[in-house]
């Protein structure tokens, strides 16, 4: 599917879906109306009717699993609150960890990831395997390292690590961490987007791409494009008079942008680039860039207000030392 569109990937994932629901749940309501109250026998039933109609196409019959006493084997649970409490309603997680819980679990995450555009090179980056490095490997690195973690997890009041909701950054603590002395200046303030800039083989998408992998095992949706691939394809979808990948872009919670310096400028995509940073300034989503350019080469290609607004969102931070090898 490399050689299609974004947008069409999304339009086809989403038929596939939308079809695969729909003969579920027909085979759901047929199971319904036979009477069966058996939750292990209703799913066992449920399985059958959709793999006859295409849903399952496994050849291996589902796994005999001990239906859940506190869920009921559903993997969420409702809580037992009077009807003006704000919990009233809704669902949660089951807090047994059951099978069900776990396997809805998985399927949210390959949906994820499948929407999430992560190149199949990447999918397998994490902070775990970039520690991996000998650390001549390492240098000129660790301060990119710990960013990229400060990005995605932060301590709470007791010291634990929790998700960082806000993905705010304060490079203080990440360089403290990162016991590498800083190349340049970085603002007091906190900033919930980075910019990972340097020569190529220094590992800045290998780490952006951990980050995207690490928030969406946690939930979190991310969307990951390659600078030229995003303005062709939002080039191409505005001659249809269509914008739904660029609103998708505009808004997406988290947004990773590689390889962020093209050759064939023109106004236009200029323009989309200038709108693109802005937008997510003025609205403060996170969102992460890799480049082998620097802020004046950032001025040079996507000219001065690009390169403003990105200065103020995000932390500008340099890979240097060794082209990273396996150890």
């Known amino acids: 599917m490399n050689n299609i569109s974004l947008e069409e990937q999304v339009r086809r994932y989403q038929r596939t ?59 969420q649970v409702s809580r037992g ?23 809805t679990r998985r399927e949210q995450f390959v949906k994820r990831v499948d929407i999430s555009q992560l190149p199949d090179l990447q999918k397998g980056c994490t902070f775990e395997g970039f520690d991996k490095y000998a650390e001549f490997y390492q240098r000129g690195k660790m301060i990119a390292r710990m960013a990229a973690e400060a990005f995605v997890v932060t301590p709470d009041d007791k010291g634990n690590m929790v ?5 705010e950054v304060y490079m203080d603590n990440v360089i403290a961490a990162a016991g590498e002395k800083a190349q340049r200046n970085y603002s007091p303030d906190t900033r919930n987007s980075l910019v990972f800039l340097g020569p190529m083989g ?12 690490y928030l969406m095992e946690q939930g979190e949706p991310c969307l990951y494009m390659r600078c030229r691939d995003m303005i062709s394809d939002v080039m191409r979808e505005r001659k249809t008079d ?14 990773l942008i590689d390889e962020a310096n093209i050759d064939d400028h023109n106004p236009t995509r200029d323009q989309f680039m200038q709108d693109l940073i802005r937008h997510r300034y003025a609205h403060r989503l996170a969102t992460i860039v890799t480049c ?25 931070i340099p890979l240097d030392g060794e082209v990273l090898r396996e150890s």
């Open 202 to 213: 220094k590992g800045k998408t290998g780490l952006a791409a951990a980050i995207v992998n």
């Open 163 to 167: 998700l960082n909701v806000g993905h």
């Open 81 to 103: 609150v009077e009807f003006d409490h704000l919990d009233f309603g809704k669902l949660f997680p089951c807090p047994a960890k059951c099978d069900a819980l776990l396997n």
């Open 17 to 75: 879906q939308t079809q695969a629901d729909k003969l579920e749940n027909k085979a759901e309501r047929k199971v319904q109306s036979q009477g069966i109250t058996n939750l292990a026998e209703q799913g066992r039933r449920i399985y059958e009717l959709a793999r006859a109609n295409g849903r399952i196409v496994d050849d291996e019959p589902p796994e005999e699993l001990e239906v859940c006493p506190v869920c009921g084997g559903r993997g």
């Open 292 to 316: 082998n350019i620097d802020e004046d080469g950032w001025e040079r290609e996507w000219g001065g207000r690009t390169t403003v607004a990105l200065q103020a969102m995000a932390h500008w």
């Open 242 to 255: 269509d914008d739904t990948l660029e609103k998708t872009i505009m808004d997406f919670p988290v947004l």
